[in-house]
């Protein structure tokens, strides 16, 4: 794998979860990280956890407000790649029960948001830089009743890469799509019963457990450093879309 040392790279989502794990990921690389969130807390608690670092900041900013977006990337300067792992826990209506406040939500949140950074990054990014989306497994196999608005936001990310890859080109634009990754989010979704739900999924994995977000960190680096991939989908579920 390439050096990551003296590149910039912007987290958004990076103050928990597979984003912290990125942020980890790229600082043991040599590389310079600014980690954003909505929460000054959780940024510092963020930032306590990956240690003194005169290469690590966080910057407090919401994806879904243009303003705060715009901000954002004013404060950061040139860069080099843009990851976002950024993500609220979605809708799990059936169809029938759908609650459209709360997909509007989620779609601003995830989709709209996406749009956003992408839309005021590249006025920043420096040349053969790259942008990495965060899909998931619920686009290959959604929960059911509730999946399909999730499916659909999942899967309209790697048509998403395809197109923004050829308008920016030649900045890089991909998707990492993980499996199940015992995050915050996980605790939020179940609580108690997270540990029952991972013991089942690890025992059905062909990779034999469910990720923490070092497992998934990899492919994120992978994609900053491989010049030659861009538009593409990377599958990193242990074999999730398999069974």
């Known amino acids: 794998m390439a050096s990551l040392a003296g590149k910039k790279i912007v987290i958004v ?16 690389n040599g590389a310079d990280v600014t980690i954003v969130g909505r929460s000054n807390d959780k940024l510092q608690t963020a930032r306590q956890s990956l240690g003194a670092s005169s290469n690590l900041q966080g910057i407090v900013a919401d994806m879904t407000k243009e303003a705060e ?3 954002l990337f ?7 790649h843009l990851v976002s792992t950024a993500g609220t826990p979605p809708p799990n209506y059936p169809i029938n029960d759908t609650d459209m406040d709360f997909v509007r939500t989620f779609v601003d949140n995830k989709l709209v948001g ?6 005021h990054a590249a006025r920043t990014l420096r040349s053969r830089g790259s942008m990495i989306f965060t899909s998931g497994i619920n686009k ?6 509730g999946g399909s608005v999730v499916s659909a936001i999942a899967g309209s990310f790697s048509y998403f890469a395809r197109a923004l890859a050829l308008e920016l080109a030649p900045t890089r634009v991909n998707i990492v799509s993980p ?7 996980w605790d939020e979704l179940v609580g108690e019963a997270k540990s029952g739900f991972f013991k089942d999924m690890g025992s059905r994995l062909p990779a034999g457990k469910v990720a923490n977000p070092a497992d998934i960190a990899s492919a994120y680096l992978y994609l900053m450093t491989s010049e030659f991939m861009t538009g593409e989908t990377i599958h990193i579920d242990g074999g999730q879309r398999l069974i």
């Not at 984003?19 to 043991?28: F, K, M, S």
């Not at 996406?114 to 839309?119: G, Q, R, T």
């Not at 499996?179 to 989010?185: C, E, K, N, S």
């Open 69 to 71: 977006v715009t901000r």
């Open 74 to 80: 004013g404060e950061v300067g040139s860069f080099d």
């Open 179 to 185: 499996g199940w990754v015992d995050t915050p989010m």
């Open 140 to 145: 290959d196999r959604p929960p059911v009743p």
């Open 114 to 119: 996406a749009v956003m950074l992408a839309k």
């Open 13 to 28: 989502g990076g103050s928990s979860g597979i984003g912290l794990g990125v942020a980890a990921a790229a600082l043991q």
